[in-house]
């Protein structure tokens, strides 16, 4: 594998970025433009009804994050024009055919000029509608590569999906395509197509019988977890991307295609800044309640590995490989992972925030200051239910016999306290998989990719992936929980 000039492929290259306020699309686009501003244009599909719905989100999601202060300060007063004549918004859905593209002559320059197509629209969440879920990360994904079909002179497709499309699976995970119908238990063979004919019968019943939107939604939610655990995988979200992955090997024919799949990400390392992030992020929501003072336990196995990964490392792997497999039919798949090259373990996760909060303890909005402990591991799911029967279940009976006594006076306090104890038993059963995690994951492939970025001698500081450079305690401690503190719980 030979990796030239990055820089010098994206100048004067044509991009479509899907999914492109997301997070990492974000932090891809700002990319591009920071350090090749002579790239020819990048194209963003937006989910939008018309253009100017697309600018409105543009502009609100897009480009007035902090994420993109350093090129305001580059650019000064000349920066919008520099946008206007570098990015060029697409109101669509790759849902939809065509991406759901109505602009015609919009569609018609695209595939006379793309050169790449990165694809990076997704829904995420673990429970999502089936049907959504299937539409968007299913067969959005194909939608996708029909496009790029389309196109004359396209040089890579790139598709970012997870790691986890492993389900439960233990020990060293490979970076191995899926082939079409696998499953994660062996036995059914999983077709796609009856899938997509399940949750449109299943839709038309509901629909049919009248049925408020509330229970829909929940109805596909159910649908979606079932079916995913039909077939080996934990919940909706990992399930669809496999399947789309699926169908982006099955069907791409001669095209250049790269998967990305990243591990948990987190926020940036180096740039443009470090400590940008967006959003709760899967270790985040650990981190507000250690913060807040709120976590009681933690529960998982504490010699768990959790599988970091900051999201400018993301970014820079995925233009790595692009560049890397630009024009040459093939599919690679990429892990971008630390579990292998340099694990972090989730009790030091743990001791980490505590010595963080210890040293710089929450203001809360009275004013208090909020002290914390360093919070005991339930490192089993039966230890976690105990916990639950002697602090919430059996008080939650005795309000129920008050509550008859007092002719339902407490009502009220009891529904409430049942759907929130209901609520955290949903979420542990959707992230149990992920609390005691028994896998790392191989990175064969992308060591090929860091020894070719390392042998080219080009531009290796500026598009850096290496995850062994990374200081865990420093960067935990200096960079991302003061830039989540910063960015988010503000």
């Known amino acids: 594998m030979e990796l030239g000039s990055i820089i010098q492929f994206l100048e004067s ?15 891809f686009v700002e990319k591009i433009l920071r350090t090749q501003p002579n790239v020819e244009k990048i194209f963003l599909l937006l989910r939008a009804a018309d253009k100017k719905s697309a600018k409105h989100r543009f502009h609100d999601e897009i480009i007035s994050k902090e994420l993109f202060r350093p090129l305001r300060e580059k650019w000064g007063a000349n920066l919008d024009a520099f946008i206007l004549k570098k990015i060029a918004l697409v109101p669509g859905d790759i849902s939809y055919e065509d991406l759901g593209v109505k602009d015609s002559k919009l569609s018609e320059e695209m595939w006379g000029q793309l050169d790449v197509i990165v694809n990076m629209a997704a829904t995420t969440n673990f429970d999502e509608r089936y049907d959504i879920a299937l539409g968007i990360n299913t067969l959005g994904a194909k939608n996708v590569l029909n496009f790029a079909k389309k196109c004359a002179k396209l040089k890579a497709v790139l598709h970012v999906s997870t790691a986890y499309v492993c389900g439960e699976k233990e020990g060293l995970i490979l970076e191995e395509p899926f082939t079409m119908g696998e499953t994660l238990i062996g036995a059914s063979q999983l077709d796609i197509n009856h899938e997509k004919e399940l949750v449109e019968e299943r839709l038309n019943e509901l629909q049919a019988e009248g049925c408020t939107e509330e229970f829909i939604t929940s109805t596909m939610k159910d649908m979606g977890i079932q079916r995913s655990r039909m077939y080996g995988w934990p919940n909706t979200y990992v399930y669809t991307k496999a399947m789309g992955e699926m169908l982006l090997g099955q069907f791409k024919e001669n095209l250049p295609l790269v998967i990305i799949r990243p591990t948990i990400i987190t926020s940036t390392y180096k740039e443009p800044f470090p400590g940008w992030v967006e959003g709760v992020r899967t270790i985040d929501s650990v981190l507000i309640g250690y913060g807040k003072g709120k976590l009681n336990f933690l529960l998982g196995d504490p010699e768990s590995i959790i599988d970091l990964i900051p999201a400018d490392m993301v970014v820079n792997t995925m233009i790595a490989a692009m560049v890397a497999h630009a024009s040459q039919p093939c599919e690679k798949i990429y892990h971008a992972g630390s579990s292998l090259q340099n694990p972090v373990k989730l009790f030091h996760l743990r001791d980490l925030f505590f010595i963080y909060f210890h040293h710089n303890p929450w203001i809360d909005k009275h004013g208090n200051t909020i002290k914390v402990s360093k919070v005991q591991f339930l490192s089993t799911i039966a230890g976690f239910y105990r916990y639950m029967a002697i602090c919430y279940l059996l008080p939650l009976k005795g309000l129920q016999l008050v509550n008859m006594v007092f002719c339902q006076y407490f009502k009220n306090i009891h529904m409430d306290l049942n759907q929130k104890i209901t609520l955290v038993k949903r979420y542990v059963e959707l992230y149990k998989p992920y609390l005691f995690f028994k896998a790392v994951f191989d ?21 850096s992936f290496d995850p062994k450079c990374i200081d865990w305690e420093e960067y935990i401690m200096k960079t991302h929980v003061p830039g989540f503190i910063k960015h988010v719980m503000k």
Do not use: C, H, P
């Not at 290259?13 to 932090?27: D, E, M, P, R, W």
């Open 13 to 27: 290259k044509n991009i479509l970025v899907t999914g492109a306020t997301g997070f990492l699309a974000k932090i």
């Open 443 to 463: 990175d064969m492939q992308m060591e090929k990719l860091r020894r070719a970025a390392r042998e080219s001698n080009v531009e290796g500081d500026m598009f």
